[in-house]
């Protein structure tokens, strides 16, 4: 029943490592998210797609390719790892035809980088 | 740059009285306005919508919106220790639904 599901849950690992974040929605939404919160709680946008096409790309290093294969998924792959990368990677999704009613949020991958 | 900025907190009231809390935001053509819970360690919950100026309640939640002085609020009546938690304010506006986040107010009921 889960609406918008993360995995994994936690991921610690070792600088210069290469990982990846997945996300699924099955509320039937069309736009997808990925935001990033910092230890001062502050939430970051990264990027967002739109049907499969990427609609919003923020000043994100390079080093983060997101990749949406349908609109019900969007994962985050993440190379050469950095200390400060460590932060809470949320997902999140929405519906672009009914308006702007706010957004779904995942449960978080909180990553930590050692 | 578009920004979202609240009153700094953190806030403490005591069990049963009005929690306030502030939101001004730098884009005039921003359309919708959100306020997000987030428990520690939880993803942010949408708690309240507002589009259009004046208040919106929903039980003991009122937003209220001035896009003259491109401001909102939220108030919280007879707060409860459960209340206790980060309030996010959220702006969007534009075609792309991206939603700019404030820094969040931490609040605390005290019992």
């Known amino acids: 029943d889960t609406a918008v599901s993360q995995t994994p849950k936690y991921l610690v690992t070792q600088m210069g490592n290469d990982k990846s974040i997945k996300c699924e929605q099955n509320?039937?939404?069309?736009?997808m998210y990925w935001y990033k919160q910092d230890s001062k709680k502050f939430l970051k946008i990264m990027f967002s797609?739109?049907?499969?096409?990427?609609?919003i790309n923020e000043t994100v290093p390079n080093r983060f390719s997101p990749k949406s294969p349908d609109k019900a998924h969007l994962n985050l792959h993440i190379n050469s790892l950095e200390l400060g990368d460590s932060a809470v990677y949320f997902c999140?999704?929405?519906?672009?035809?009914?308006?702007?009613?706010?957004?779904?949020f995942g449960s978080g991958t909180r990553l930590t980088v050692v | 740059q578009k920004e979202v900025e609240q009153n700094s907190g953190p806030l403490s009231v005591p069990e049963g009285a009005i929690a306030s809390l502030n939101c001004t935001y730098s884009d005039r053509v921003s359309q919708s306005f959100f306020w997000y819970r987030q428990y520690s360690g939880k993803s942010p919950e949408l708690i309240m919508s507002i589009y259009s100026n004046g208040d919106k309640e929903d039980g003991r939640f009122t937003a209220q919106l001035n896009k003259a002085s491109q401001y909102v609020s939220l108030l919280i009546r007879d707060s409860q220790p459960s209340d206790s938690a980060t309030y996010l304010c959220?702006?969007?506006?534009?075609?792309?639904?991206?939603?700019?986040f404030g820094k969040g107010t931490l609040l605390t009921v005290n019992p």
């Open positions: 797609y739109n049907n499969k096409e990427l609609i």
């Open positions: 999140a999704s929405s519906h672009s035809n009914r308006g702007n009613y706010g957004y779904t």
């Open positions: 959220a702006v969007s506006g534009g075609s792309n639904y991206k939603l700019t």
């Open positions: 509320l039937g939404h069309d736009t």
